[in-house]
């Protein structure tokens, strides 16, 4: 029965899927402002390996942000329904 428990504690939390796009954009600009910083400072040092590490951090951002913004896009038009 353990394992069973194990599994179910790995699941991604639903609250994840539930977010609102707005926190999705917020994610967004973080992860895009971070990535930026990490490939200024791979550019800086030499440091390759660093710098795409800030092009995907960046481009993960870029992603999240669009999915906010068609997220609240979507819930603008549709409303959710009362039951």
Do not use: C
Not at 21 to 31: L, M, N, S
């Amino acid at each position: 029965m353990r394992g069973v428990t194990q599994r179910w504690n790995n699941q991604p939390k639903r609250e994840a899927f539930m977010a609102s796009g707005d926190e999705h954009r917020i994610k967004g600009k973080i992860d895009k402002v971070k990535g930026a910083v990490k490939e200024g400072v791979g550019a800086l040092t030499g440091d390759r390996s660093t710098e795409i590490e800030g092009k995907a951090q960046r481009a993960k951002g870029e992603i999240r942000d669009s999915y906010g913004k068609l997220k609240n896009q979507v819930t603008k038009d549709n409303p959710p329904r009362k039951p």
